[in-house]
């Protein structure tokens, strides 16, 4: 079989993921998952429940090794990349985790503002300045100084929202943004996803259960089944798709091909 | 039969493997120490954590100690006359062995304990992978201030049981039982080699060592919400009271 090599990437491209598997014991997770994504684009996954999307973004970002295949990232391949290699890749990204993950030894802001204490030379003061501006954007004010276990779920996942745009990157990845968030919250952030796309021009991918909020932010859907991207479009090439198991998803439907384990 | 063997090598197997692992992570740490820049903020809160609020378990430790060996010492002492040498007693006890190792035994108990659990759940709720995703290792971050914190302030500890223990059995054996406190003092003295100090503080320095290395390792390697947490806590501190009490026995062997 013919290795893909570094020249088939096209110059748009920024994440090539090829022929991807991951498997935790006997449980094959991923099971030969390729996928694109183009500079400036933002990508939706949807998928079941347990279909691995959270386990395809923490391969990409290289917090899980995959057990074969192999990711490029702006021409790169990093798939078997050491810590300190990855570790310069990792400050191209930001990282929404589906359950927030915040430091909780650390009140907010030094939550939000730890990439920039890490990585930059700048003073607490201006830190704090940049991330009250992060938090005014995920519609967060006056929780600078809370703990992260005084945040109800919503508010954490704004606030590691926050903490995912607060270095600026190239590339974001977002762990369902809006599950938890009441409507109107959850309508801000997909603004929120749309302008950084737009403004900052950044590449995202975007897990999320939430239909509305998939044909809202998405340029292309892309739908995780069995461990394979089955099917990859426009909302409206996904909302008139031919296969039954992406119209059963999309239509929240609980008889289809899907639930009979097809 | 076979089955037997079968669990016995794999037994082994695991063992070598986590050995490995521990080794592994000590000398990762040790690299990542001497990679500036130290964060000095974390250092300063873990000393406190594992120093400051040592203090109280470990002072009642010593002193009980220092009480009971002279207690026991002069029961023992005045069936051959040698009352005048409790005091040598209590304080080579203390500092060559006692103070080391259950002060040793208390903060495996106290701050291995609490190392694990707080990075036990740092790992189960993702925290040690938003770390990596913030481009931020880990091990710099958390193991590294733990580390020094554990290897700078368990000697301290240490002289602190030593002196609280000495204390102890002076008051036991002068005030209550009566001897000569002008003889206890001298023969403390008299009979303490800079040699015993040094031993009872590079044992310190190792027991920091064993417990922050193996604490931090069962965080680290948590699997599995409350429950693993819960179960990385008694590993750690299992562990490393086993590691200090066999290595304590190699250290002397080799220090004789
Ligand atoms: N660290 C891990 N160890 C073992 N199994 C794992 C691990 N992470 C994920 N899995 C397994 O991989 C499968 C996919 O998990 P994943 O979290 O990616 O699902 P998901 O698609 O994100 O689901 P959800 O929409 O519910 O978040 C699950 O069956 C899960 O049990
Ligand atoms: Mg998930």
Redesign the pocket.
Known sequence: MPKEGQQDIKPDTLIMVRDLCKS?GS?H?LQGLNLEVNRGEDIVVI?G???????LIKCIIGLLKPDRGTIYIDGEEITYYNEAKLNEIRKKFGMLF?FGALFDSMPVWENVGFGLKQHTNLKDDEIRDIVAEKLAMVGLKGVEYLMPSELSGGMKKRVSLARAIAMEPEILLYD?PTTGLDPIMADVINELIIQLREKLRVTSIA?T?DMKSAYKIGDRIAMLYKGKIIEVGTPDEIKNSKNEIVQQFIQGKSEGPITRGE | MVKFFDFLGSLVIRFIEESGRIMLLFIKTLMWIFRPPLNLKNIVRQMEEVGVNSIPVVLIMSIFTGMVLALQSYTAFRRFNAEAFIGTVVALSMVRELGPVLSGLMVSGRVGAAMAAELGTMQVTEQIDALYALATNPIKFLIVPRFLAALFVMPVLVILADIIGIIGGYLVSVILLGTNSTIYIKRTWDYMELEDIYTGLLKACIFGIIIATISCYQGFSTRGGAEGVGKATTRAVVLSSLIILISNYFIAALMF
Do not use: P
């Not at chain 1, 429940?49 to 386990?55: C, E, I, N, R």
């Open positions: 935790f449980n997770v998928g429940s347990g279909t691995g999307k959270s386990v589906q369902e897990i259960h």
